[in-house]
């Protein structure tokens, strides 16, 4: 395969900048904004989720071991999160509150199901053992002494201070190059700022690293064991064997702390790419970029195609990448005007008390009313991540048209398709173009519009040569799909259709009739093999209300069958 180069706009220069991995082994670290687990994850969200999970599959493509990171923030996330020193109340207990549940519980709950949708989305961190990896998902409350630790070396090192309430403040005047990421300059945010100045701030642009409030639900003693999960005590005393400064008080963290804490636990003190929305940059990764640089005097090389290249920079993620912000129907979702959706409308509005939406849907071709998972997933990777997304309805309906297009031209392939045979020149070439033309798009700096279009005329190239092709030319032509589903993931690649021939049937009884089973969608192709061969059993048998009741129990759970004289073709 011919070498690729990556291209990502960085959000540190404001440039589309050359993708080269810090360590020299072909691991890339990647950490990514996860959710605050208070409500369930709406589309704008997933978009940002997204565009990371297309980041890492095109890195993978390039040959990297991607270690990927998505924190679940669960604690000290306040509502006023435009301000660096947010006030307000902690989304997680306000949710409490409000559903008159623990807080404990109220994070599990929608922890669960934010991954319930993340697996749906096949965003690839949630899939298989990595999907059961805590390190991969770390939760905020999970790593308190890790916080802990890192700001008590704030306060030592004095890039923050105790105040007499002991809550403790990043003192921002610390650290001049504070700005750099959302390109603010310094005076522009003491003004924004002073309005929110409070008495124990030294300067109103200062952001609490520890809160201090007795009503808080979830509360850390930074100098007793008691309270604290197994483990984690040890955790912090072995890290700080002469404790936490004594005029810190019980509390619970900031919501900037909790990523540069996490991000170090489970990827190092440097990392190759830090991803977010773009209502991250400031102040959150901002604010993370000032703490960590207070920690550990981080530097990370520019890249050497960048202006400053052959210098370093204050940072310690090399690439910060954010994807930019979704509106619907043109304007901001808003619950009142029915144009909110988290992921769970869309995939069960009724489900969800929707039923409206639900009409609308089935009205729009969506079966029951339901979106499949696959055809959200393309709606929100469609756009390009550098540009805000227009969501709309018919956005959907294209979704569902293009996903349905790329399915039945595999599945078509795949019953064709037969490794043994060689494919001609022509459709290796079209493979090829196809190939290039995908991989160059997502080079260039991930653009999505740009990869389907090769995709989209490769595929209608074959549609052309549908007659033409042979078993040899199938079986490239699917290797060509498989490549762009690799990143894409909106297809089913499990055996949909095929043809069992009356041979393998008459083998299959040969060796006894297969056990009754039940038949459930989803169906695996081994079990409808294996009831068409009960059916012949039923048949041969001249019980022919067995034999229909068999049919009957495949169509149910999603498979038909025809009879044909070479044997019988399945189809899911
Ligand atoms: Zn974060």
Redesign the pocket.
Same mark, same amino acid.
């Given at each position: 395969m011919a070498s690729r180069t990556l291209r990502l706009k960085n959000t540190w220069s404001n440039a589309v900048e050359r993708f080269v991995p810090l360590r020299g082994d072909q691991t890339v670290t990647l950490? *990514? /904004? #996860?959710p605050t687990v208070y409500s369930f994850a709406h589309i704008g969200n997933f978009r940002s989720f997204l565009f990371a999970d297309v980041l890492r599959r095109v890195l993978e493509q390039h040959g990297y071991r991607v270690v990927h990171v998505m924190?679940v923030?669960d604690v000290g996330h306040m509502t006023q999160d435009h301000l660096a020193d947010a006030s307000g109340e902690d989304k997680l207990a306000k949710a409490a509150r409000e559903l008159g549940k623990d807080p404990y519980a109220v994070a599990a709950h929608f922890e669960r199901a934010f991954v319930d949708d993340a697996v749906a989305l096949r965003l690839k961190s949630f899939l298989g053992e990595e999907g059961s990896d805590p390190s991969r998902h770390p939760r905020a409350t999970a790593h308190v002494a890790e916080m802990l630790v890192m700001i008590q070396k704030l306060i030592e090192r004095e890039f923050a201070y105790v105040d007499g309430q002991g809550q403790v403040y990043y003192s921002v005047e610390k650290f001049p190059e504070y700005g750099t990421l959302s390109g603010k300059a310094i005076d522009e945010l003491e003004v924004g700022a002073r309005v929110a100045v409070r008495d124990e701030k030294r300067d109103p642009r200062d952001f609490a690293l520890w809160k201090v409030d007795d009503k808080h639900l979830m509360q850390w003693n930074p100098h007793s064991a008691d309270g604290w999960p197994a483990g984690e005590w040890e955790r912090l005393r072995a890290a700080l064997p002469n404790g936490v400064d004594p005029r810190v008080k019980p509390g619970f963290p900031g919501? +900037?702390i =909790? /990523?540069s804490a996490? *991000?170090r636990a489970h990827l190092g003190d440097l990392i190759d790419v +830090?991803t #977010?929305g773009e209502d991250?940059i400031f102040p959150? +990764?901002e604010c =993370?970029i000032a703490q960590s640089y207070g920690v550990l005097g981080c530097e990370v090389p520019a890249p050497d195609d960048a202006v400053d290249a052959g210098k370093t920079r204050k940072s310690f993620a090399r690439y910060w990448v954010h994807g930019r912000h979704l509106l619907v129907d043109g304007k901001k979702m808003a619950r009142r005007d029915g144009t909110f959706f988290t992921v769970r409308d869309l995939r069960d509005p009724r489900e969800e008390g929707r039923p409206e939406l639900a009409e609308r849907l089935a009205a729009l071709g969506f079966p029951s009313g339901k979106v499949a998972p696959n055809v959200i997933r393309y709606a929100l990777i469609s756009t390009p991540y550098t540009q805000p997304m227009n969501f709309t309805f018919d956005v959907l309906v294209q979704a569902n048209a293009s996903v349905e297009r790329l399915q039945s031209r595999f599945d078509r392939l795949r019953e064709i398709a037969s490794e043994g045979s060689a494919a001609s020149e022509e459709v290796r070439a079209l493979v090829a173009q196809c190939i290039a033309g995908f991989d160059a798009a997502l080079d260039d700096n991930l653009n999505v519009p740009n990869a389907l279009a090769a995709l989209f005329e490769f595929v209608t190239a074959l549609n052309q040569r549908e007659a033409s092709l042979s078993p040899g030319d199938a079986a490239e032509a699917l290797a060509g799909l498989h490549h762009a589903d690799d990143v894409l993931a909106v297809l089913d690649r499990r055996v949909r259709s095929g043809l069992v021939t009356k041979s393998e049937i008459e083998a299959m009884l040969a060796a006894g009739t297969p056990p009754e089973e039940p038949l459930a969608a989803p169906l695996e192709p081994d079990a409808i093999i294996r009831a068409i061969a009960r059916r012949q059993a039923a048949k041969d048998a001249r019980d022919f209300a067995s034999a229909d009741a068999i049919r009957q129990s495949l169509k149910d759970a999603g498979a038909s069958i025809e009879d044909l004289p070479a044997g019988v073709r399945f189809k899911i």
């Open positions: 950490y *990514s /904004c #996860g924190n923030t919501w +900037h =909790e /990523c996490m *991000s +830090h #977010g991250n959150h +990764h =993370e």
